[in-house]
């Protein structure tokens, strides 16, 4: 899926430690010495994909889930663990030169919660085993129920801030779907490219704790995987990307990556609720701004039309909560999204890249 | 002759100009002698009384107090002539506010080292100050000060005693008294008086009377 | 008419432009002071914050194992719980001759702004250079030349905030430098911690988390030396405020029958009130944009001193060069303007409420009503009273200062009681007329001149307790060192081969060998150290004990006792008899309490053998060494032993180096001292020429009745010349209470010691012959202006017409 980490994946660990961690991503966008690189046709194995792949530069374990209240109101979380690595290694104690670093969300239609964790690799602090599958840093996890099949089919996540605190069980009703060519996703057109499948099949439920108050709820999840060492071209300045869970039972995943020289680079996979999938290579898909909202001194646009002529989707975005904003140590907008139009349902909304002077 | 003075001139530079106060004034003031001085407001009575006292010099002509010209003495000279010769008294009182009646009634006496305290007594006795001793100026009313002011001229029974109208800030009652007190002092003393007045009634008091008109005695 | 009001009002000061420098003057002189001692602090404050408050991660709460170093476990247990804590190890190693402190942080889990960033140092590294061997450290930039081609360590960047003598480094650099793998000294505790986390005895109970570094910090330290500061500028402040209160008092009276013309003529009050401000708000403003350039300049001047003073005091790094902060400029103006208005106050509430047709005439100052002096003696020894009770009311060092401020004003408004009480008795017992008039005069000069004569109390009494406090601190100072360092040559070597081998040749080569071990502890519960010592003569003879048990260097040896500094024992109250926690497990008696000026950690001092058994591992690395021939011993152990230079200081160059800190430290405080004086002097001139010109009518008749003008101007200087020496007099006193209080208990409070008082009467004679000629110098203008007045000028006061 996500492009989303793309650039935000090249900032990890940019964190508290800006400058320094600023220098050593420097350049990473076309240099990939010594990290592995996707290659096309490489079949994909599991349980052993479900894990870290330390020889790439990039990875991400990412969950967005759209949750309604018994209280009737509409939320939506996010979790997402990145791993970053300095060089292709892994190693035990301080000196590996893996770098892990989490987000967790929690949006109401009134209120946004967000929480971000950073840890070193090698000493235990944070990690991903893919058998039994755990993804984790601190107390935040995310771990298989073990429940047979494969290790994705049930999840539980757990994340904790200062303020909020969400414990939630996945349930897939469907199976993993792979992005772009069986898992090989075309980043742009002078053919960066990553590996990417998705779980978007989660029903879930379970319990958010708010500073007020306990909320039980139910919802779709989606869960994303991605890994590559060769993000974004130069000139890419950032994306925007949705998944869209269709009332008919259909999803849709579509990014658009903004190019300073040229006109966006879009995809899009179009998911039948059985999961089978249709990719859809560059200009398919159209993404368009209609509403901008100021947030922390930035205009984001919160509402879009979405188009894919090619399977009838004509639909508008509006965000549950325009002033989703992850003000962690790489800013973005990241939350819940109702869709109408010639399709109705909810879904997830990212963008970064949009700076204060935008 | 106590006091002799001989064309004297002053003038004094102001913004527009030199204005000449005296333009040739000569004057005799012999022993005994009580002598007005009039004019009209600021035709210099008061000039040359500073001149007369010492406490000016002029710009010409020669005065003699007590057989002692002026122009030849020291600013310290001078200082010792008022002390010694002059007894001194203002329109108004000037008293040293700092110190008590009977210090302010002796300060020229005990300056020029002519201290009597009989004469003290008596002289305190006759202004009516004896229960004011240890007043304060600021504690005393304009009659009761002007009184203070005259005894301090005659606590060194000085041989001429100069008074500025004594009685300009005295109401008539209290004006009346103290020039009774004062000439009858006078008297006593045998000093020569020098009193500048614009009162015609009093200046009728005194022995001898001159008048000062554009600079000149008429 | 508005203008033409303006424009008379205006040209008094083209009459009179000696008033408007001295206004203008006294006013930038107060803003001066009170600018640059602002500058000094917030200059001195933002490198805390930036060094002290997060630099290497202290200022926060942590988390320690009394028993030793933390597992990397128990920290990820930890952080699996919840707990957002980081890990710090720390110890000491030495390269060639140097001893560093290195302090190992987690890059990603410190607290924002714990690790050094590049800003300072160079651009040639990157991430992966600080997290994977050799690594990277930040170090201050002495230590970093220091250090350089030294292989041991890892690459160095500069950082100018960083004490000497620490590298600051990554956590996996320090475990390699420190050769200690897996361990971890401290946790730091980050402030925003989750809701809802497991506490801490469930997942590990030996854990204790500890305040926030109390007895170290930087800024608690350094509070009292700022506030000293403080205190001095407010003090020049005040004082500079009394300079303008006489300059504006003096333009007002003289401008009244100005003032009523206006008035007559027609100008509402209200218009006259708007104009004398907006008058007032121009020579403000120019005052106080001069005030802050002078200010600048001297902070600038005083700055690399201060920064040497709280470097040798209290290990604090504030870089010598001071920034010009708007902010502060602005605030400056505004201290300015807010002076000329409090000080111009009462002359514009006396136009406002002048009656139309009051009297033109300039009133004399008023003599002071005896119900007046008699309110302000009350409140006077009230303010004292309150003064001398703060030490009980109050906690800290701001009942140190209460009582400091509350003994100084309370003197200050008792001074004019007293000189009028000395000066009336002067009148009694004088003789010759002259003299009783000299007396009265200048008792009736008192409430014109008091204002000025409190500052001179002021800034005497500070110069007195001031320069009582560093004499005494000196003396004291000098004294201990001589105890303390009591060995002629001290040595230091690299490890514990280096030692058996030193200790083999030194064998009898010197008189005596002293060997010691420094152990970093927590001693009730704050990090301190432990020093083992042998039983020795030297100790015995000449170390500075305070108070002591019956034959406590016995109990030492026997390892019964132990003996603790006075900061220790003053923060803990611990007294000989008491028990003191020298480490996990470890309590022992206290035996005696050592002055230990200059150290703000706890120490403790136990036998040799007793701390060799509890830290089998720790070679003696210094050594103390008595000889008669000291110079022949060191240049041996250099050439034939073979021992770094660098590793043998005599006691010479201790003493000398010591001294130096101690001598710079109060450098700042005498200048201020100097400056503080120098403007009491002015305001004793200001307030001179503002009588003068009033004075004339009280001096007229005693000149015309024959005391000549040089006569009355050398009585004016001599007034000026006697009040100040009354003044120094009452001053003395006040000076010594002052002193009393700074060293009892400000000292206390600040540093954690007390110094003996010593007093130093040379010092006074020389301030009284300072404030006696500076009374000389204000009073010489006026003076000889009263020397040269023309007798027209005194014959305008007889002048009929006025």
Redesign the interface.
Known sequence: MNARAWVLGIAT?I???????A????GLGTDAEGFAIPERGKALTFPQDHGSHPAYRIEWWYLTSNLTGDDGREYGIQWTLFRSA??PQSGE???S?Q?WMAHAGLTTPDGHFH?ER???GG???AGVSAEPFEA?I??WSLQSLNMGGDAYDGLQVSA??????YQLRLEASGPLVFQGDKGYSVKSAAGQASYYYSQPFFEVAGTL?LPDRDVNVTGNGWLDREWSSQPLSETQTGWDWVSLHLDGGQKLMGFRLRDRTTAPFTSATWIEADGTATPFTDGALTLTPLEETRVEGRDVPTSWQVQLPEKSVDVRIDAVNPMSWMSVSVPYWEGPVRIEGSHTGRGYLEMTGYGPED | MLITARDVRKRYSSSDGDVTVLNGVSLDLDHGETLALTGESGSGKSTLLHLLAALDAPDAGEITLQDTKLSDLSDTGRAEQRRQTVGLVFQQFNLIPALDVYANLTFQARLADKLQSEWVTELTDRLGLTDLLHRYPEQLSGGQQQRVAIGRAMASKPPVLMADEPTGNLDEATAETVINLLLELIEETGAGLLMVTHSTKLASRLSRRVHLSNGKLA | MRLIALTAILAHWRRKPGQLVTLLLGLALATALWSAVQAINAEARASYDRASGTLGGSGFETITDPAGPIPIDTFIALRRAGWLVSPVLEGRILVGDTRVLITGLELLTAPPGAFPVSPIGGEDFNALDLITPPGLGFASPQTVARLAGSREIPRLRNNALIPDGQIITDIGTAERLLDREGEITRLTLLPDQPRRIPPLSEIAPQLRVNAAEESGDVGRLTDSFHLNLTAFGLLSFVVGLFIVHGAIGLAFEQRRSTFRTLRALGLPVRDLMLMLLAELLIIALFAGAAGILIGYLIAGALLPDVASTLRGLYGARVPGTLSFDPVWALYGLAIAVVGALFAAGQGLWQIRTMPLLASAQSRAWATASSTSLRLQSLSAIVLIVLGLLMPVLLEGLIAGFAMLAGMLIGSALLLPVLLSAVLSVGAKFASGIQSQWFWADTRQQLPGLSLALMALLLALAANIGVSTMVGSFRLTFTGWLDQRLASELYVSVGDAAESERFQAWIEGKADAVLPTITVEAQIEGAPGEIDGVIDQETYRASWPLLTAQQNVWDRVAAGETALINEQLSRREDLQPGDTVNVGADWQLEVGGVYSDYGNPRGQAIVSLALLEQRFPDEPRLNFAIRSDNAAALASAMRDDFGLDPANIIDQASIKEFSLNVFERTFTITGALNVLTLSVAGFAILTALLTLASLRLPQLAPAWALGITRQRLSRLELLRSVALAALTFVLAVPVGLALAWALLAIVNVEAFGWQLPMHIFPMQWLWLFVLAVVAAALAAFIPARRLAATAPADFLKVFSNER
Request: hydrophobic share 50%; glycine share 12%.
């Open positions: 660990a964190a508290t430690v800006a400058t320094v961690l220098q050593g991503f420097a300095l060089a104690g301080w000196s030169p770098l929480a950073l840890a070193r000493v235990g602090q984790f601190d107390d904790t801030g200062t303020d909020f605190s704790k």
